[in-house]
């Protein structure tokens, strides 16, 4: 890892609000980007819900090429997206019972 990906990465890990995070992320990205990796988590979220590439076109209106490849990634990857999107879950449920 170059040291310039090991800067930003510890930067990410330095925010600590949701808000810190948007404001950091719409002065780094552009929209178009952060709308992509945003697209890209969600259809994550759908492949391991279990949802077809269909569905996920429809609702999403990503390209079936773009979704092979983050199967490709949950399945074969480094376990990224399995991670965070178990712990978001789990958060989120959490959060549900204190509701």
Do not use: H, P, W
Not at 12 to 20: F, G, S
Not at 29 to 41: F, G
Not at 58 to 63: G, Y
């Amino acid at each position: 890892m170059s040291r310039q990906t090991e800067v930003l990465f510890r930067a990410i890990l330095e925010l600590q609000t949701i808000e810190e995070c948007q404001d950091f992320f719409e002065d780094l990205c552009t929209m178009k980007e952060l709308s992509d990796m945003a697209q890209r988590v969600e259809t994550a979220n759908m492949l391991l819900d279990g949802k077809t590439y269909e569905q996920i076109v429809k609702e999403v209106e990503i390209s079936t090429a773009t979704i092979s490849r983050i199967n490709r990634c949950i399945q074969y990857g480094n376990g990224g997206y399995r991670t965070i999107l178990g712990r978001v879950s789990a958060e989120e449920k959490s959060s549900d019972v204190l509701e």
